[in-house]
């Protein structure tokens, strides 16, 4: 396994079928709720098996120069729970380094919030629900 920086049209397709699949589809959203409106100022990482297919997905966005935000996480179903997502988690927090950021922010479903401990992150408060059901909570970590 191996985290890119999706770049080819195959590569964004699968990239955004993955995030489709695993954060809109299972709510019964329509195709295209999965993008965002500065998807193009964000750096989009998927990680990828030894096919070159697309397992996970994440984006980072830096909301001030000092501050990145993680977005979008997410790993196909069968996937889940092999720690895969540490590795996107690690390569987008290098990555906010690399530009200068010191602190990493992110809003978790209230499924999420262990996983996102494991990594360092804290909660910081209990913020939106999201399609009416997936309580939603702002967490953070220094850099």
């Known amino acids: 396994m191996k985290v890119i920086e999706p770049a080819t049209p195959e590569q964004f397709k699968q990239y955004y079928q993955l995030r489709y699949d695993t954060l809109r589809k299972p709510w019964d959203q329509p195709e295209g709720?999965?993008?965002?409106?500065?998807?193009?100022q964000a750096i989009h990482a998927m990680l990828v098996d030894e096919n070159n297919e697309a397992v996970?997905?994440?984006?980072?966005?830096?909301?001030?120069?000092?501050?990145?935000q993680i977005r979008f996480m997410?790993?196909?179903?069968?996937?889940?729970?092999?720690?895969?997502g540490d590795q996107l988690i690690s390569y987008l927090?290098?990555?906010a380094r690399q530009l200068g950021a010191t602190t990493m922010t992110l809003q978790?479903?209230?499924?999420?919030?262990?996983?996102?401990?494991?990594?360092?992150y804290e909660v910081v408060e209990k913020?939106?629900?999201?399609?009416?059901?997936?309580?939603h909570y702002k967490m953070a970590r220094q850099l």
């Open 93 to 95: 927090e290098d990555r």
């Open 56 to 68: 996970g997905v994440c984006r980072l966005h830096l909301n001030t120069p000092q501050e990145g």
């Open 74 to 84: 997410g790993v196909r179903a069968d996937k889940q729970g092999m720690r895969l």
């Open 108 to 120: 978790a479903r209230e499924n999420a919030v262990n996983f996102y401990r494991r990594n360092g």
């Open 127 to 135: 913020t939106y629900l999201l399609f009416g059901s997936i309580q």
């Open 33 to 40: 709720s999965e993008r965002a409106e500065d998807d193009d």
